[in-house]
């Protein structure tokens, strides 16, 4: 039982970034969370090592359960956490640089808001989805609910824009990504403007936009024109967050390159246990794809996954520059390709790239 | 090929409806999906369909993970449809969420692009005409069903017949509806290797019965019935009791 609460207790540290969000408005250090997140975060990795390979216990009812509510604590910590970032915001004299660095750091928050989300969206209860489309909303990315049962219907898929092609660079792909996906859920004939509101997918796209614009009225009302440039450079930049971990996550295993890359669901799994954490489970992303419904506190690694040389937040600035990501990800594609049963760990160490070349 | 008989003509034949209950009845649980694309194929000819296509899904499935088919038509729509996800957007499958009425599909209003899409696909590969005739779920689940027979000539199905179709096609619907729950549920059985003993178990959470009471009945203690259940929900993959009592009940197990 004890090491069940042990256990357990990593989980928590999905409530960080929200919490950090809220200890830097109470301190008015706009740069706090995105510091934490690019400087910290990678190095927990240090601390906790990787995922138990042997999957997580069978959890004890109570603790389920308490597991199971999580992503409603969280995302009322969030809620609690913005509001008083409003509140540091419209006390203070802004300047760009407190713009910049709470726009930084609520991007980052609301990146790891987006993981929470999905848990919620992928669950049966109806009660859950919705709390999963306003928590998309509040986090600037309302179409996170459509474009992710996508994203599984038509998964392995290039032509879709569901993998990125193997020459693709990220910028084109979330371009192409984002272009398909609004396309067909904000446009004139699309379906949060022509579809049937008794649908599922169309009342739930509906209640995310509904919550982004109001949460866009109320930067505004709240904190003045800097809420509001603060919190559309919030929108632009998670929707592109989105596309960006979708490419590292799916690099190398779309149709144009893996012969059963539609029934394989295929996806890089990072076995570090601390991202597993604040992702609620997302990072192990195989896993996830062959069984959606799954909660993250019951999901096991992949066993002959592809794992990447790094983790996402190394990987992410390594994508945004396409010679250095297919430098250091063209070896571990290679890698997984001839020996998909024999995956590397980087353990405790920051990063695996060395063992690939 | 049916389509050069009309539909007049072969709902009036004395084997008519014979025949299309010797096939619903020949849709026995247990049967592989081979075998029962192969009779709907054969009920599609007798209802003077060029295809036919069967989609099972649960109701309130946002993420689409509930869907499964039956499909006897053209290949190369059957690989489109299924590559594109065509099921997201396809309003003949929307109308079955709020519908029990058999229906022709030009009846049916495509409101989005990707919806208009996924008709013209079906329009090209054999369902220039269709008629919509869904089943709702046995035993009181939540699961739905649609049967869609589709005709390549326009308007084949809009007529005085249509009546005489639908009564036949319900019934073989509803047959397949309970097809698809029994392959579903074997697929559960297989996929977490549920024991006598599970099953049991979650028999007595569905009628309400606490840790106390299923111990007594099994001759166990609470503990140990406690922690069955801790693995029980491990290996459904849900979050309590209640989940998996639920989970089963909806698989028809219960």
């Keep these: 039982m004890t090491n069940q609460l042990a256990k357990a207790a990593g989980h928590l540290t999905v409530l960080i970034a929200p919490a950090l969000l809220a200890w830097a408005a109470w301190l008015d250090e706009p740069f706090l969370v995105f510091g934490a997140v690019l400087l910290v975060f990678p190095l927990a990795r240090l601390a906790f090592g990787a995922v138990d390979e042997t999957g997580p216990p069978a959890w004890g009812e109570g603790i389920a359960a308490t597991l199971d509510r999580l992503p409603w604590v969280y995302s009322?910590?969030?809620?609690?956490?913005?509001?008083?970032?409003?509140?540091?915001?419209?006390?203070?004299?802004?300047?760009?640089?407190?713009?910049?660095g709470w726009a930084l750091s609520l991007w980052m928050t609301m990146v790891f808001a987006t993981c929470v989300a999905h848990e919620l969206l992928h669950r049966k209860r109806k009660a859950d989805r919705i709390v999963g489309h306003l928590l998309a909303g509040l986090a600037g990315y309302?179409?996170?609910?459509?474009?992710?049962?996508?994203?599984?219907?038509?998964?392995?898929?290039?032509?879709?824009?569901?993998?990125?092609n193997v020459t693709e660079s990220v910028w084109k792909f979330a371009a192409r990504?984002?272009?398909?996906?609004?396309?067909?859920?904000?446009?004139?004939?699309?379906?949060?403007?022509?579809?049937?509101?008794?649908?599922?997918?169309?009342?739930?796209?509906?209640?995310?936009?509904?919550?982004?614009?109001?949460?866009?009225?109320?930067?505004?009302?709240?904190?003045?024109?800097?809420?509001?440039l603060i919190y559309t450079i919030v929108i632009g930049l998670v929707s592109f967050a989105v596309q960006l971990v979708t490419y590292m996550q799916h690099w190398g295993l779309g149709d144009d390159n893996i012969e059963d890359a539609r029934q394989g669901e295929y996806g890089w799994e990072d076995d570090c246990q601390f991202q597993a954490w604040v992702t609620m489970g997302l990072s192990i992303h195989q896993a996830h794809h062959r069984d959606g419904s799954r909660p993250y506190y019951r999901t096991s690694i992949t066993t002959d996954s592809p794992r990447p040389p790094a983790g996402y937040v190394v990987l992410m600035f390594a994508a945004l520059f396409p010679a250095v990501w297919r430098q250091v990800m063209a070896p571990a594609l290679a890698y997984w390709r001839s020996q998909p049963t024999a995956p590397v760990s980087a353990g405790r160490r920051l990063a695996c790239v060395t063992f690939y070349r | 090929m049916s389509k050069h008989r009309a539909l007049s003509e072969i709902t009036r034949s004395p084997e008519f409806f014979a025949g299309c209950a010797d096939v619903a009845a020949r849709v026995v649980n247990g049967a592989d999906a081979g075998e029962v694309a192969a009779l709907l194929a054969e009920a599609g000819a007798l209802l003077g369909a060029d295809a036919a296509a069967f989609a099972s899904f649960i109701k309130d499935d946002e993420a689409y993970e509930s869907y499964r088919f039956v499909l006897a038509c053209d290949a190369t729509w059957c690989l489109e449809y299924e590559s594109g996800a065509c099921y997201m957007h396809d309003p003949w499958l929307e109308y079955t969420r709020h519908h029990a009425e058999p229906v022709l599909a030009e009846r049916i209003l495509a409101r989005t692009d990707q919806e208009r899409a996924v008709v013209d696909l079906a329009r090209r590969y054999g369902f220039a005409s269709a008629v919509?005739?869904?089943?709702?779920?046995?035993?009181?689940?939540?699961?739905?069903?649609?049967?869609?027979?589709?005709?390549?000539?326009?308007?084949?199905?809009?007529?005085?017949?249509?009546?005489?179709?639908?009564?036949?096609?319900?019934?073989?619907?509803?047959?397949?509806?309970?097809?698809?729950?029994?392959?579903?549920?074997?697929?559960?059985?297989?996929?977490?290797?549920?024991?006598?003993?599970?099953?049991?178990?979650?028999?007595?959470q569905r009628l309400g019965h606490?840790?106390?009471?299923?111990?007594?009945?099994?001759?166990?203690?609470?503990?140990?019935?406690?922690?069955?259940?801790?693995?029980?929900?491990?290996?459904?993959?849900?979050?309590?009791?209640?989940?998996?009592?639920?989970?089963?009940?909806?698989?028809?197990?219960?």
């Design chain 2, 132 to 204: 919509i005739v869904p089943a709702q779920a046995p035993y009181g689940l939540t699961r739905l069903a649609a049967l869609c027979l589709g005709s390549a000539m326009p308007d084949y199905f809009n007529n005085d017949s249509l009546s005489a179709v639908t009564f036949a096609a319900t019934a073989l619907a509803l047959r397949l509806h309970e097809w698809q729950i029994g392959q579903l549920r074997q697929e559960l059985l297989e996929h977490t290797r549920l024991s006598d003993e599970d099953i049991e178990l979650l028999r007595h």
């Design chain 1, 142 to 164: 309302p179409l996170l609910g459509y474009e992710h049962s996508r994203h599984h219907q038509r998964s392995g898929s290039c032509t879709s824009a569901e993998c990125p």
């Design chain 1, 177 to 228: 990504r984002l272009g398909a996906i609004v396309h067909e859920s904000l446009g004139a004939r699309g379906l949060a403007v022509a579809g049937d509101s008794r649908s599922p997918a169309v009342r739930g796209l509906r209640v995310a936009l509904t919550t982004t614009s109001a949460s866009l009225a109320i930067f505004g009302l709240a904190a003045g024109w800097p809420g509001v």
């Design chain 1, 76 to 100: 009322a910590v969030l809620a609690g956490a913005v509001l008083m970032l409003l509140s540091a915001i419209s006390r203070s004299e802004p300047t760009m640089g407190s713009v910049a």
């Design chain 2, 210 to 254: 606490g840790s106390k009471q299923i111990a007594k009945a099994i001759n166990a203690s609470s503990m140990s019935v406690d922690s069955r259940w801790q693995r029980l929900n491990a290996k459904l993959g849900v979050s309590s009791r209640v989940a998996a009592a639920n989970l089963a009940a909806e698989y028809g197990l219960l």
